[in-house]
Nanobody, 121 residues
């Protein structure tokens, strides 16, 4: 089992910056993939960024040039740095991890509880 706790959501003005944090209960090195998704009211959850243990990073078009994912393996934490925030970036943000369960030989997906980002003037 993997537990993820995300935090850092806040209300910011357009053009502002914010960093979200996700604490994992296991070593990040044991996770196949980590990332961030977001969900605005009335919309489906959408991928923001994912990165694999092999170093392949996939960034949504709306996030390119503004958002970045980073990891601190010593703390078992990963982050979403967001710059140039816009009104349409307002959403609940969820950290995500995929882990290989060697016991059941299956991929398991885990989610944080969500942290709210509001961009308003």
């Amino acid at each position: 089992q993997v537990q993820l706790v995300d935090s850092g959501g806040d209300s910011v003005q357009p053009g502002g910056s914010l960093t979200l944090s996700c604490a994992a209960s296991v070593s990040l090195l044991s996770l196949h993939l980590v990332g961030w998704y977001r969900q605005a009211p009335g919309e489906q959850r959408r991928m923001v960024v994912t990165t694999t243990r092999a170093g392949d990073t996939n960034l949504a078009n709306f996030a390119k040039g503004r958002f970045a994912i980073s990891e601190d393996n010593a703390k078992n934490m990963f982050y979403l740095q967001m710059n140039g925030l816009q009104f349409e970036d307002s959403a609940d943000y969820y950290c995500y991890a995929r882990w290989w369960d060697s016991g059941s030989r299956s991929w398991n997906d885990y989610w944080g509880q969500g942290t709210r980002v509001t961009v308003s003037s």
